[in-house]
């Protein structure tokens, strides 16, 4: 059964600094890692995703890295900013399943001007 | 197309009563999925469609709830005698096949 985990739950930053949130799986048999940016009270926002095939993606100030053997992501924010402050959430496939997408539980980034 | 769309946003409803959400998917996904969230708490799954085949649903959708995309476009999820631990963020996503998804804003649901 996959499970997710993200590490840490909840992190504050000074405006400026370059941070990494975790994530974790115990299934290394996944097709693809995704990660998604919440705002409070609001749906989903897809940042990047990385098929198993790939080791890194980026999208502007942000980078995620797959290393599919450890079961683990990371999402590098460069100069984080207060706009970035939102849950930071992602998602793999179950192992059971190709369709169904099992989420970790999130890290809360507060960026203080 | 704009994405995924969900209505309500809101629903406040008192316990006992029946509730219907809808999400329309972006227009060429087959695929549309709906997940549960609670507070502090990632995304649950409860169901998904492949076209208007339900092809697999979670132990989380108990027998008040159901589910049906009779066209292959848009769903509906109905909860019928709403109790209280049924509060939640009620999301919506669509894929084509087995690629990005992507999620609706959700519909917040308060059982009074």
């Known amino acids: 059964k996959q499970e997710v985990t993200q590490i840490p739950a909840a992190l504050s930053v000074p405006e400026g600094e370059n941070l990494v949130l975790n994530c974790s799986f115990t299934?290394?048999?996944?097709?693809?890692l995704q990660w998604f940016r919440q705002d409070p009270g609001k749906g989903l926002t897809s940042l990047l995703l990385?098929?198993?095939?790939?080791r890194e993606q980026t999208s502007g100030r942000l980078n995620a890295s797959l290393d599919k053997s450890s079961g683990r992501s990371t999402l590098y924010i460069a100069a984080s900013q207060p706009g970035d402050s939102a849950t930071y959430l992602c998602?793999?496939?179950?192992?059971?399943?190709?369709?169904?997408?099992?989420f970790g539980p999130g890290t809360s980034l507060s960026v203080i001007p | 197309d704009t994405g995924v769309s969900q209505d309500p946003r809101h629903k406040i409803t008192k316990r006992g009563q029946n509730v219907t959400f809808r999400c329309d998917p972006i227009s060429e996904h087959n695929r549309l999925y709906w997940y549960r969230q609670t507070l502090g708490q990632g995304p649950e799954f409860l169901t998904y469609?492949?076209?208007?085949?339900?092809?697999?649903k979670s132990r989380l959708l108990s027998d008040r709830f159901s589910a049906e995309r009779p066209k292959g476009s848009f769903s509906t999820l109905e909860i019928q005698r709403t109790e209280q631990g049924d509060s939640a963020m009620y999301l919506c996503?669509?894929?084509?096949?087995?690629?990005?998804?992507?999620f609706g804003q959700g519909t917040r649901l308060t059982v009074v």
């Open positions: 299934d290394s048999a996944i097709y693809n």
């Open positions: 469609f492949q076209n208007e085949a339900q092809l697999e």
């Open positions: 996503a669509s894929s084509l096949f087995n690629t990005e998804a992507f």
């Open positions: 990385i098929q198993s095939s790939q």
């Open positions: 998602a793999v496939p179950s192992g059971t399943s190709y369709d169904k997408v099992i």
